[in-house]
């Protein structure tokens, strides 16, 4: 409360009403799968259009070495294709891929050691170009004669740092050294100088200067340029703490053999004596496909920052759909659909198998899942494939996703993502007809089926779930989309005074969201009384639960249901009915 000490007039703000909401996203995917190239352990990366994919994972993978795993950059491409904005992605890789190495100035006697910053025959074509460079230069002025040994005044010390290798020259010799102090323009080092070194004059032949080297990194057209690096340990510009945010390598420096003092670009150069120095990465490796296993999609949880596969996403938490394209292993599905049921926060697609063409095959692996945070599609899609030129048959999830993203976008995630056209889709792998359907779509199954004149389109908007209140995936969907804005925009309440005061703010924040809403079509009813109610207060909370700072809140939605089946109920009309 403010203090009043004096006589005056105050005027003082105060907050008596509630606080606007937001919605949250709930178009943003998550994908796991094979790439070419890309980090296999760590945070899930943000990749925002296809090109955007190449750049950071490769491009399309070859059927002949991955095979049945290939599919990840067609799913990614035809999530944007169809309307998809924003995804995360996590690579997995075989684990007996590699990563290229290479070695300055060899491998017997390096100093110096690159490796690629991921697995794959991709670090094969890093190229990284060394050559010498300086960050500063000076003029000795004055020898002193110390205690200690000798001390050299130069013209200015900055950029002279201890640990760093020096050269002198007098245009005739180079001596090199390595500074040991350096304050107020006074230098020590390691070793006292035999020549003549001290120039005063305006323009000075005899000169120190500091010994660094750049390093230009390629990879296709991905430069990255690291000036002035050293060895010395303790500067900043060491050389793996100036690589250390490189996309494409990881340095290690290995130290030095020699007893007598060197220039870094000497070492890395060993007895050659080029302007430049170049070292090729090579023996990176794909690994073999036949070593993949459910567990390397399940990933690993070695805790914040080192999880993978699926595990990695636990470090996420803006994606709201999933999917594993072209993945049916059971053991993959059935984590993912668990993964999401766990942080109930989003929705995992699922494809079946490609090979899955009869009823009760499809039937089969549709038994495997209950759950109503996940929805499986069939058939695989036919669509061109720029690698190989012809058409290519893909799993549907990425399609489905993107649709996911384009109906929450464009109508708002209360809508079914059905009655849908699947873009960039020529053909279907296999055509299913009404009466299979008749059979699927009561089991869960969606398909997405081929209409004259209508295109191909998914046509189904059952989640995998028993529960009938929870059969539509828009309805799941449209509850995690409210569960999760009430989340994210009532953080303000905690620590608040658990009075009738809080209780009335946080009614009237939570009545303010679910109008809007309703008014957008989101939920049922033809007035706000119908589609949803707020309680909080006595009646929702104990006293005891008031005495351990609980604050209970009972929220009812009626949410909007799809119209599945269109009914038309017609009659003729007789000669003496009335007009």
């Known amino acids: 409360m403010a203090e009043y000490l004096s006589p005056g007039v105050y005027v003082e703000e105060f907050e008596s009403g509630g606080k606007p909401m937001e919605g949250v996203s709930t178009s943003t995917a998550g994908f796991i799968g094979l790439a070419e190239r890309g980090p296999v352990e760590g945070l899930p990366q943000l990749v925002t259009s296809f090109a955007d994919f190449k750049r950071k994972y490769g491009s399309y993978l070859s059927e002949n070495e991955y095979g049945e795993y290939r599919f990840l950059a067609y799913a990614v491409e035809h999530f944007f294709i169809n309307g998809g904005a924003r995804c995360f992605i996590s690579r997995v890789a075989p684990k007996d891929s590699k990563c290229a190495v290479g070695y300055a100035p060899t491998e017997d006697t390096a100093v110096m050691k690159l490796m690629a910053k991921n697995p794959g025959k991709w670090g094969d074509s890093i190229r990284a170009v060394i050559i010498p460079s300086s960050k500063a230069k000076t003029q000795v002025l004055e020898v002193i004669e110390g205690v200690e040994g000798k001390q050299y005044k130069v013209k200015n010390s900055a950029g002279f740092n201890p640990g760093d290798v020096v050269s002198f020259t007098n245009k005739k010799t180079i001596v090199y050294n390595r500074v040991v102090k350096s304050h107020d323009n006074i230098l020590e080092f390691e070793e006292e100088f035999t020549e003549d070194i001290v120039d005063t004059g305006l323009l000075p032949v005899k000169t120190l200067t500091t010994c660094e080297f750049n390093m230009e990194v390629k990879f296709d057209d991905q430069v990255e340029l690291f000036e002035n690096v050293s060895f010395n340990i303790e500067a900043s510009n060491f050389i793996t703490k100036k690589t250390a945010k490189s996309d494409l390598i990881v340095v290690e420096y290995m130290g030095t053999s020699s007893e007598t003092i060197l220039s870094p670009f000497a070492e890395i150069c060993g007895d050659a004596e080029e302007a430049l120095f170049t070292v090729s990465l090579l023996h990176g490796s794909n690994g073999s496909v036949a070593n993949i296993s459910a567990a390397d999609y399940i990933g690993e949880d070695n805790g914040a920052g080192k999880r993978s596969g699926i595990q990695s996403f636990l470090d996420n938490d803006m994606v709201s759909i999933m999917a594993v394209p072209g993945v049916t292993d059971p053991n993959v599905q059935l984590t993912l659909v668990a993964h999401c049921e766990g942080l109930g926060s989003r929705f995992a697609v699922l494809d079946m198998p490609k090979d899955a063409k009869k009823i009760d095959d499809i039937i089969t692996h549709r038994d495997i899942f209950d759950s109503e945070y996940a929805a499986l599609y069939h058939p695989w899609l036919e669509v061109f494939d720029p690698l190989d030129k012809k058409n290519l048959a893909i799993p549907p999830s990425g399609s489905v996703v993107g649709i996911y993203a384009r109906s929450d976008n464009t109508r708002g995630v209360h809508k079914a993502p059905a009655n849908e056209t699947v873009r960039a889709c020529v053909g279907l792998d296999c055509q299913f007809n009404k009466g299979e359907q008749d059979i699927l779509n009561p089991k869960g199954v969606n398909l997405i089926r081929s209409f004259p004149g209508m295109g191909i389109r998914v046509w189904g908007a059952r989640t995998a779930s028993s529960n009938a209140s929870w059969k539509y995936v828009n309805v799941r969907r449209l ?101």
Not at 544 to 562: M, T, Y
């Open 479 to 579: 509850f995690i989309f409210i569960e999760e804005s009430i989340k994210a925009n009532t953080n303000w309440a905690v620590f608040e005074p658990n009075d009738e005061v809080l209780w009335v703010r946080v009614k009237r924040t939570i009545d303010v969201f679910l109008t809007g809403l309703w008014r957008n079509g989101y939920l049922a009813g033809s007035a706000t009384s119908e589609a949803f109610f707020v309680n909080i207060g006595r009646e929702t909370m104990s006293q005891d639960d008031i005495d351990n700072g609980r604050l209970v809140c009972v929220i009812g939605v009626a949410p909007v249901k799809p119209a599945e089946f269109v009914i038309f109920r017609i009659s003729q009309k007789t000669s003496d009915s009335a007009e």
